[in-house]
């Protein structure tokens, strides 16, 4: 599969992008909001590494590539919206 793009890089990304769902995703937050912050940054780099490795694997796009790049930013993303949605 060739060098992949980094662990600090997914985590950035999910993070930023899991983090950033759950603050502006609009409807009611109850209880304690720090422990469901990090569960969904922990989850939106979960995404963005699994969507690196299997369009990889699939031979989608090789590593470093922009749609890598986009796929990591598109999958951290819909896992955080679609986390937040459920959890408020």
């Known amino acids: 599969m060739g060098v992949t ?4 890089a997914f985590l950035l990304i999910g993070g930023i ?3 950033s769902a759950w603050i502006f995703y609009p409807g009611q937050s109850n209880g304690s ?6 569960v969904v940054g922990f989850l939106g780099f979960l995404a963005a590494a699994a969507s690196s490795y ?14 890598e790049w986009l796929s990591a930013i ?3 993303c819909l896992v955080g919206c ?3 949605a459920l959890a408020k």
């Open 82 to 84: 679609v986390f937040t």
């Open 74 to 76: 598109f999958a951290s």
């Open 54 to 67: 299997v369009g990889q694997y699939i031979g989608f796009f090789q590593s470093g590539q922009m749609l």
């Open 5 to 8: 793009m980094g662990f600090l």
């Open 17 to 19: 992008s899991g983090a």
């Open 33 to 38: 909001n720090q422990g469901k912050l990090l």
